[in-house]
């Protein structure tokens, strides 16, 4: 009897056996609507996942008096990627800091080392009517804004309150805090920036406040030494005030931002509101070893939990770049992708996106859309 050529023997990749773990964490308010929609999603997509849930914020709070539970933070460790909601409620806002649902975000990032927080905003042709800014503006907007996440006047040490003993009023009540960033931690995030760069339009732009603060004078001198390893990288610089007013003026100018911790969570909001809704993007918070954490940009909205009325398609595009970026399922994110600008170009829209001429559904109906839409590939 002949044998087989070796070419035809079809053994499956030995790696597929092995299953990617996914540690998902609802949190709060719409966090558990959202998440078990982008569930959902992965579901459909027949990849050997493995995926555990556990409390976080609020929720594990009341579960455990603890927003960030050793058993969570355990779960979170041993994961390929963790899929978060969000955390946070007015309710818990007389509890001290360290008891507050926003500590385990927090937290997940310090324990996890999560440096890069990686936040695409792309202008869906058919929501660019949504913008705050004219369609021609935003129409084909595709920016990446790199900030780093774990440095930085919100880390900063010392901070606290205290009664002045100089300055301009002694003796008078005071707080403060500290910006500081070290040059390993400016040098790790600039080559994350720069190499993601290299993969898209090949220009970064780097966001600072060089002429008044000196951390920033720091920053800007790092960023352009480690420059030098990537001479086919465009690099500027912008001062924070010209950016947010650039981001306003003339975004697609910029194709990856990089910036600290402080100016990159307001401008990454900023650039947020370009896209027509909050609802619409993910996030991605990476180490050095690539494991991520995938969270829509949007909070817990308390406001409108429970109702069935919040968009998930934030954490389903955070699902897909969770796949891209930690999982090494590229095709797969992509296919997400697709589906999502399908159910866009079908006319569904959930309130916070929904415009006249389009059909408004909810959160499970636009999950179930997605999937469909998947299956129509
Ligand atoms: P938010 O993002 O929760 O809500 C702002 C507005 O956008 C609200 O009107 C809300 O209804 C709307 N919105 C947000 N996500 C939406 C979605 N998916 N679909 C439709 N509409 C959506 O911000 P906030 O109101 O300032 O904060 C609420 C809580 O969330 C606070 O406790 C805050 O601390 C927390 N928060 C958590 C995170 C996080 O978990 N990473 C981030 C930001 C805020």
Request: charged letters at 25%; a negative charge.
């Amino acid at each position: 009897m002949a044998h087989p050529h070796p070419a035809d023997l079809h053994f499956p990749n030995p790696l597929s056996y092995i299953p990617m773990k996914i540690a998902v964490l609802p949190g709060d308010g719409i966090g558990p609507e959202i998440t078990t929609e982008a569930v959902k999603v992965l579901k459909a997509l027949d990849l050997n996942l493995q995926v555990e849930q556990a409390p976080v914020g609020g929720a594990a709070y009341q579960e455990t008096g603890d927003p960030l539970p050793e058993s969570t933070l355990n779960l979170a460790r041993r994961s390929d990627a963790i899929l978060f909601g969000a955390v946070g409620d007015w309710k818990y806002d007389q509890l001290d800091r360290a008891l507050r649902p926003e500590q385990a975000i927090l937290g997940l990032r310090r324990q996890l080392r999560l440096f890069a927080n990686l936040r695409p905003a792309i202008c869906h042709d058919e929501l660019k009517n949504a913008s705050s800014l004219r369609p021609e503006l935003v129409s084909g907007l595709d920016l990446l804004i790199v900030r780093e996440l774990t440095g930085g006047i919100y880390f900063g040490e010392p901070r606290g309150r205290r009664t002045a003993t100089d300055g301009r009023f002694p003796g008078a009540p005071e707080a403060f805090d500290t910006m500081r960033y070290a040059r390993p931690e400016i040098e790790r995030i600039a080559r994350m920036a720069f190499e993601a760069a290299r993969l898209r339009g090949g220009k970064l732009t780097n966001v600072d406040k060089a002429n008044v603060l000196e951390t920033s004078q720091f920053w800007r001198d790092t960023v352009i030494d480690v420059h030098k390893s990537y001479p086919d990288v465009e690099l500027e610089h912008m001062y924070v005030d010209n950016a947010a007013m650039q981001l306003v003026r003339k975004p697609k100018a910029f194709d990856v931002i990089v910036t600290g911790n402080l100016f990159g969570d307001i401008l990454s909001d900023e650039a947020a509101m370009l896209t027509g809704s909050i609802g619409m993007l993910p996030s991605a918070s990476l180490n050095e070893k690539k494991q991520g954490l995938y969270e829509p940009v949007h909070g817990s909205a308390p406001d409108i939990a429970g109702q069935d009325v919040a968009n998930p398609l934030a954490t389903i595009l955070s699902a897909a770049l969770m796949l891209r970026h930690s999982l090494q399922q590229p095709e797969a994110a992509a296919r997400i992708e697709s589906a999502v600008d399908l159910v866009l170009a079908s006319g569904l829209r959930t309130a916070d996106i929904f415009s006249e001429g389009t059909t408004r559904v909810g959160t499970q109906a636009m999950g179930d859309a997605v999937v469909a839409a998947l299956g129509a590939q």
